[in-house]
């Protein structure tokens, strides 16, 4: 293939343990993706902090469904894989 460099484990831990460990960073340094980066991580992965949106509709619905997982567990069924089956 053309234009893969290919970097040996050796090789890298030589570049890694060569590496400045406190690099100076300058102030108005940006991210690999770019400025227009605002968040390091996706908003669907980890939102800012602050953001809850927990609404009554949403904890009655999770509430409900933890509920109805312990009530068929109590029954002695097990819904690990999809359809209720007697636990053994």
Sequence with gaps: MRGVIEITDDELATEALAADPDPEVPDDAVPFAGPDVVSLLPEWYMPPAGTNRRTPRRAVVV???????????????????????IAW
Excluded: D, K
Excluded at 67 to 73: F, H, I, Q
């Design 63 to 85: 509430v409900g469904l933890v509920a109805s997982l312990v009530l068929v567990n109590a029954a002695g069924l097990c819904v690990t894989f999809g359809w209720p089956e």
